[in-house]
């Protein structure tokens, strides 16, 4: 079945670092990508999505970009803040539905 | 600025109990979801429901049920609580699907 991997955390980085979370997803034709995160003790918010191949979602000086050729959704930023410190879910559509599949998250921390 | 509201945000309950996880939203969504995150896992989902009066079972239904009589309101029935269901519970709800709104959740214990 449709299934997603996420790389695991935590993941520790020092503020101004670059991030990647890595990102991988098996789906049965052309999925919908969408990064969603958790600050604490909060629900879970869209971070960025994209909805076909070579599309790049991006917001908050986060980036991803929809890589058919090897199914792969990784997550970017250029320089991380102590703000940025959260969990991050990788989502894709399962089978041609629109119902999502969550990765199991990455814990993010970075420090100042 | 409301969007999805859940109540209770923490409740312990006895083995055998049942209670009522509420959730409700003010953005006139059509789609409603029920997921459960357990610790270092992904959200796992429990129920759906794509409109007023229609319901369908996600990943993970068993122990669990809902009803959806208007728009706005999708609650979650636990019968017979049971250590299995001690999780943190998301609701959520969407215009169309795919991009959610999410509420802050409810920590439940099943002691």
């Known amino acids: 079945g449709d299934s997603v991997t996420q790389m695991e955390g935590p993941v520790t980085l020092s503020e101004e670092a670059f991030l990647t979370i890595n990102c991988t997803y098996t789906?049965?034709?052309?999925?919908?990508l969408f990064w969603y995160v958790q600050y604490p003790g909060e629900g879970l918010q869209l971070l960025l999505k994209?909805?076909?191949?070579?599309d790049k979602g991006s917001n908050k000086g986060f980036e991803a970009t929809y890589r058919k050729e090897t199914t792969s959704f990784h997550l970017e930023k250029g320089s991380v803040q102590v703000s940025d410190s959260a969990v991050y879910f990788c989502?894709?559509?399962?089978?041609?539905?629109?119902?999502?599949?969550f990765g199991k998250g990455t814990k993010l921390t970075v420090n100042p | 600025n409301a969007g999805v509201t859940q109540t209770p945000k923490f409740r312990i309950l006895k083995i055998g109990q049942s209670m009522t996880l509420q959730c409700t939203q003010d953005?006139?969504?059509?789609?409603m979801y029920w997921y459960r995150q357990d610790p270092g896992m992904g959200l796992k989902l429990i129920y759906y429901?794509?409109?007023?009066?229609?319901?369908d079972k996600g990943e993970v239904p068993n122990g669990y049920n809902v009803s959806r009589s208007t728009t706005e309101d999708f609650p979650l029935r636990l019968e017979l609580a049971a250590p299995s269901q001690t999780s943190v519970y998301f609701c959520?709800?969407?215009?169309?699907?795919?991009?959610?709104?999410f509420g802050s959740g409810t920590q439940l214990s099943v002691l």
């Open positions: 429901s794509v409109g007023a009066g229609i319901t």
């Open positions: 953005m006139n969504h059509n789609y």
């Open positions: 989502a894709p559509t399962q089978g041609g539905s629109e119902k999502l599949v």
């Open positions: 789906a049965t034709g052309y999925p919908s």
């Open positions: 959520a709800s969407s215009p169309r699907g795919l991009e959610l709104f």
């Open positions: 994209a909805t076909k191949a070579d």
